[in-house]
């Protein structure tokens, strides 16, 4: 659905089979949404003509199962999947990433790019950045003791925020790590999806 914050009408933008299950929204200023959905792969649809176009393995994707859609400077997506790595879209060509290439892990679960043009990946029990000298790892197991990291960001301070599936929230500022928990205030330790909005403030959705 679109929802439109001055009229607060909403609009059903797709009913199509290819859009259910979708994971993951991200929207061009050409008017090009891009849905990533559960077993169908990326969907493109123009919200103009609400036509649909599908890109699946055959087209170049990874695996059907996207988790998240980010873009770069120069408004490539970088595509999430779990089970296939990562892919850059290009002119909707896609260059795979995988174990190959440095990936820890095939499911990445959520992926950023940062002020500084780092690509950050929530994979696995870890999070991995991703610059021109290629991928670096980083161990959370100290804190997470094994859980899988969901979701990632970055606030305006450079620091990076990740969520985890039972372990709470992860602050690393350079060498200093925190964890954020039920004990802090927290829903519960489930974390979905962590957002930075314009004012700097963080906001987290929990599985409860």
Not at 106 to 115: A, E, L, T
Not at 124 to 152: P, R, V, W
Not at 161 to 186: A, F, P, Q
């Amino acid at each position: 659905i679109l929802y439109d914050i001055p009229s607060e009408k909403i609009d059903t933008v797709s009913h199509d089979p290819l859009v259910q299950l979708p994971q993951c929204l991200y929207q061009l200023e050409n008017r090009q949404l891009w849905v990533g959905t559960q077993n169908h792969g990326l969907i493109e649809i123009d919200l103009a003509t609400k036509k649909l176009r599908a890109y699946g393995e055959a087209e170049g994707l990874p695996h059907l199962n996207v988790k998240s859609i980010t873009p770069d400077p120069s408004k490539q997506l970088w595509i999430g999947t779990s089970g296939g790595g990562l892919a850059l879209c290009t002119m909707q060509n896609f260059r795979q990433f995988d174990r190959g290439d440095g990936l820890a892990f095939n499911r990445i679960y959520s992926v950023f790019n940062s002020d500084k043009n780092e690509l950050w990946l929530a994979t696995g029990n870890m999070i991995q950045k991703m610059d021109e000298f290629g991928f670096t790892s980083y161990h959370l197991d100290s804190l997470t003791h094994g859980a899988k990291c969901k979701t990632i960001t970055t606030d305006e301070r450079q620091r990076i925020w990740v969520g985890t599936e039972g372990k709470g929230i992860v602050v690393l500022n350079d060498d200093v790590t925190k964890l954020i928990d039920h004990r802090d205030g927290l829903p519960d330790n489930y974390i979905q999806k962590i957002a930075v909005n314009n004012e700097g403030k963080i906001y987290a959705a929990t599985f409860t």
